[in-house]
Protein backbone atom coordinates (compact mmCIF):
# COMPACT_ATOMS: atom_id res chain seq x y z
CA UNK A 1 0.00 0.00 0.00
CA UNK A 2 1.32 3.44 -1.02
CA UNK A 3 0.32 6.57 0.65
CA UNK A 4 1.33 10.39 0.06
CA UNK A 5 1.69 12.22 3.59
CA UNK A 6 3.51 15.48 5.20
CA UNK A 7 5.18 16.29 8.33
CA UNK A 8 3.34 19.14 9.29
CA UNK A 9 3.19 20.27 5.89
CA UNK A 10 7.20 19.06 5.12
CA UNK A 11 7.38 16.27 2.24
CA UNK A 12 11.12 14.69 4.02
CA UNK A 13 8.94 12.48 6.19
CA UNK A 14 11.63 10.24 6.22
CA UNK A 15 13.71 12.55 8.00
CA UNK A 16 11.16 12.51 11.16
CA UNK A 17 9.90 9.20 10.96
CA UNK A 18 11.55 5.41 10.75
CA UNK A 19 10.58 2.26 10.79
CA UNK A 20 10.75 -1.62 10.94
CA UNK A 21 8.27 -4.21 9.64
CA UNK A 22 6.20 -4.47 12.84
CA UNK A 23 7.02 -0.77 14.48
CA UNK A 24 7.07 2.74 13.49
CA UNK A 25 8.81 6.16 15.31
CA UNK A 26 6.73 9.21 14.87
CA UNK A 27 7.80 12.30 16.63
CA UNK A 28 4.81 13.78 19.44
CA UNK A 29 3.75 16.45 16.95
CA UNK A 30 3.02 14.47 14.17
CA UNK A 31 -0.34 15.05 12.73
CA UNK A 32 -2.98 12.58 13.04
CA UNK A 33 -2.94 11.80 8.76
CA UNK A 34 0.73 11.37 9.12
CA UNK A 35 0.17 8.58 12.04
CA UNK A 36 -2.72 6.76 9.98
CA UNK A 37 -0.88 7.09 6.39
CA UNK A 38 2.19 5.41 8.19
CA UNK A 39 -0.42 3.04 9.93
CA UNK A 40 -2.09 1.76 7.27
CA UNK A 41 0.00 1.57 4.47
CA UNK A 42 3.03 0.00 6.82
CA UNK A 43 0.62 -2.27 8.83
CA UNK A 44 2.43 -1.83 11.68
CA UNK A 45 2.26 -0.25 15.19
CA UNK A 46 3.01 3.43 15.36
CA UNK A 47 4.73 4.94 18.56
CA UNK A 48 5.32 8.51 19.64
CA UNK A 49 9.23 9.10 20.08
CA UNK A 50 11.85 12.02 20.78
CA UNK A 51 15.39 11.31 20.31
CA UNK A 52 18.47 13.83 21.63
CA UNK A 53 15.35 15.99 22.56
CA UNK A 54 14.36 16.25 18.82
CA UNK A 55 11.67 15.72 15.97
CA UNK A 56 13.99 14.13 13.37
CA UNK A 57 13.86 10.53 14.27
CA UNK A 58 14.45 9.03 10.59
CA UNK A 59 17.99 10.84 10.89
CA UNK A 60 19.03 9.96 14.01
CA UNK A 61 18.03 5.87 14.36
CA UNK A 62 17.73 2.79 12.17
CA UNK A 63 15.93 -0.29 12.81
CA UNK A 64 15.52 -3.61 10.94
CA UNK A 65 13.50 -6.38 12.51
CA UNK A 66 16.55 -7.56 15.13
CA UNK A 67 17.12 -4.22 16.61
CA UNK A 68 17.68 -0.57 16.31
CA UNK A 69 20.67 1.84 16.67
CA UNK A 70 20.17 5.53 17.94
CA UNK A 71 22.38 8.60 18.10
CA UNK A 72 24.56 8.68 21.91
CA UNK A 73 23.34 11.57 22.14
CA UNK A 74 19.48 10.18 23.19
CA UNK A 75 19.55 9.65 26.97
CA UNK A 76 18.19 6.88 29.15
CA UNK A 77 14.77 8.36 29.34
CA UNK A 78 14.21 7.73 25.91
CA UNK A 79 15.79 5.15 25.42
CA UNK A 80 13.39 2.76 28.05
CA UNK A 81 10.23 3.00 26.00
CA UNK A 82 11.65 2.16 23.16
CA UNK A 83 13.49 -0.63 24.46
CA UNK A 84 9.94 -2.42 25.81
CA UNK A 85 9.30 -2.52 21.70
CA UNK A 86 12.76 -3.93 20.19
CA UNK A 87 16.12 -3.84 21.53
CA UNK A 88 18.23 -0.46 21.08
CA UNK A 89 21.65 0.61 21.51
CA UNK A 90 23.33 4.24 21.60
CA UNK A 91 26.03 4.69 18.73
CA UNK A 92 29.08 5.90 20.07
CA UNK A 93 30.97 8.19 17.20
CA UNK A 94 31.27 11.13 15.94
CA UNK A 95 28.80 10.87 13.01
CA UNK A 96 25.64 9.44 15.27
CA UNK A 97 23.04 10.55 13.01
CA UNK A 98 22.46 6.95 12.76
CA UNK A 99 19.46 7.22 9.87
CA UNK A 100 21.44 9.37 7.81
CA UNK A 101 24.64 6.88 7.70
CA UNK A 102 22.98 3.34 7.58
CA UNK A 103 21.06 1.64 5.16
CA UNK A 104 19.34 -1.55 6.67
CA UNK A 105 16.93 -4.37 6.25
CA UNK A 106 16.68 -7.66 7.73
CA UNK A 107 19.76 -9.14 5.48
CA UNK A 108 22.65 -6.72 5.58
CA UNK A 109 23.69 -3.20 6.68
CA UNK A 110 25.74 -0.94 4.63
CA UNK A 111 27.20 2.22 6.88
CA UNK A 112 28.96 5.46 6.11
CA UNK A 113 32.42 4.83 5.42
CA UNK A 114 33.59 7.35 7.82
CA UNK A 115 32.34 5.45 10.31
CA UNK A 116 34.58 3.66 12.85
CA UNK A 117 35.54 0.36 13.87
CA UNK A 118 33.85 0.64 16.83
CA UNK A 119 30.95 1.79 15.68
CA UNK A 120 30.62 -1.06 12.96
CA UNK A 121 31.19 -3.20 15.67
CA UNK A 122 28.01 -1.98 17.56
CA UNK A 123 25.72 -1.79 14.49
CA UNK A 124 26.72 -5.11 13.80
CA UNK A 125 25.67 -6.17 17.58
CA UNK A 126 22.26 -4.23 17.60
CA UNK A 127 21.03 -5.31 14.37
CA UNK A 128 22.20 -8.89 13.88
CA UNK A 129 23.43 -8.69 10.10
CA UNK A 130 26.89 -8.11 7.77
CA UNK A 131 27.56 -4.96 7.86
CA UNK A 132 29.50 -3.44 4.91
CA UNK A 133 31.18 0.14 4.96
CA UNK A 134 30.43 2.23 1.64
CA UNK A 135 29.21 5.29 -0.22
CA UNK A 136 26.35 5.76 -2.58
CA UNK A 137 26.36 7.80 -5.54
CA UNK A 138 29.08 9.96 -4.23
CA UNK A 139 27.31 9.98 -1.03
CA UNK A 140 28.51 8.23 2.41
CA UNK A 141 25.12 9.17 3.96
CA UNK A 142 24.29 6.27 2.33
CA UNK A 143 20.71 5.74 4.72
CA UNK A 144 19.57 9.22 3.04
CA UNK A 145 19.63 8.67 -0.23
CA UNK A 146 18.95 5.42 -0.56
CA UNK A 147 15.32 3.28 1.14
CA UNK A 148 15.84 -0.76 1.53
CA UNK A 149 13.40 -3.01 2.85
CA UNK A 150 13.01 -6.63 2.56
CA UNK A 151 11.84 -6.58 -0.84
CA UNK A 152 13.87 -4.16 -2.96
CA UNK A 153 16.09 -0.67 -2.79
CA UNK A 154 15.30 2.53 -4.05
CA UNK A 155 18.65 3.92 -5.10
CA UNK A 156 19.92 8.04 -5.77
CA UNK A 157 19.49 8.67 -9.68
CA UNK A 158 23.16 8.95 -9.95
CA UNK A 159 24.01 5.10 -8.10
CA UNK A 160 25.76 3.36 -10.77
CA UNK A 161 25.35 0.07 -12.15
CA UNK A 162 28.17 -1.27 -10.39
CA UNK A 163 26.71 -0.11 -7.24
CA UNK A 164 23.30 -1.04 -7.94
CA UNK A 165 24.51 -5.01 -8.65
CA UNK A 166 26.81 -4.29 -4.90
CA UNK A 167 23.34 -3.77 -3.21
CA UNK A 168 21.27 -6.12 -4.64
CA UNK A 169 24.01 -8.92 -3.52
CA UNK A 170 24.32 -7.03 -0.34
CA UNK A 171 20.96 -6.80 0.65
CA UNK A 172 19.66 -10.15 -1.36
CA UNK A 173 16.79 -8.02 -3.09
CA UNK A 174 16.65 -5.88 -6.41
CA UNK A 175 17.56 -2.38 -6.96
CA UNK A 176 16.38 0.41 -9.15
CA UNK A 177 17.17 4.25 -9.37
CA UNK A 178 14.23 6.69 -8.67
CA UNK A 179 13.35 10.60 -7.56
CA UNK A 180 11.06 11.63 -4.85
CA UNK A 181 9.55 14.67 -4.27
CA UNK A 182 9.18 16.52 -7.63
CA UNK A 183 12.81 15.22 -8.63
CA UNK A 184 14.65 15.20 -5.10
CA UNK A 185 17.58 12.49 -5.13
CA UNK A 186 17.39 11.85 -1.35
CA UNK A 187 15.34 9.02 -0.99
CA UNK A 188 16.08 7.64 2.05
CA UNK A 189 14.84 11.14 3.11
CA UNK A 190 11.56 11.36 1.26
CA UNK A 191 10.00 8.18 2.39
CA UNK A 192 9.10 5.32 5.68
CA UNK A 193 8.40 2.22 4.25
CA UNK A 194 8.64 -1.72 4.61
CA UNK A 195 7.90 -4.86 2.88
CA UNK A 196 4.10 -3.94 3.14
CA UNK A 197 4.08 -0.55 2.07
CA UNK A 198 5.03 2.93 2.00
CA UNK A 199 4.23 6.69 3.01
CA UNK A 200 5.60 9.15 0.59
CA UNK A 201 6.63 13.01 0.30
CA UNK A 202 3.25 14.62 -0.88
CA UNK A 203 5.03 16.56 -3.26
CA UNK A 204 6.17 13.50 -5.27
CA UNK A 205 4.55 12.70 -8.51
CA UNK A 206 2.41 9.51 -10.34
CA UNK A 207 5.87 8.78 -11.69
CA UNK A 208 7.82 8.77 -9.03
CA UNK A 209 4.81 6.78 -6.84
CA UNK A 210 5.45 4.24 -9.90
CA UNK A 211 8.65 3.90 -9.36
CA UNK A 212 8.71 3.55 -5.66
CA UNK A 213 5.79 0.93 -5.92
CA UNK A 214 7.87 -1.00 -8.76
CA UNK A 215 11.09 -1.34 -7.20
CA UNK A 216 10.33 -2.19 -3.26
CA UNK A 217 7.28 -4.60 -4.87
CA UNK A 218 4.37 -2.79 -3.18
Do not use: W
Amino acid sequence: MLRLSSYLGNPYIGVYCVANESLALVPFDAPEALVSDISEALGCEVMNATLASTNILGALAAMNSYGGIVSGMAPLAEMRPLRKKLPFKRIKDKLNACGNNILVNDNAALVNEELSDSAVKQIKEALQVEVVQGSIAGYNTVGSVCAVTNKGILCHPATSKEEMKMLSDLFKVPAAIGTLNYGAPVIGASLIANSKGAAVGFRSTPIELGRVEDALYI
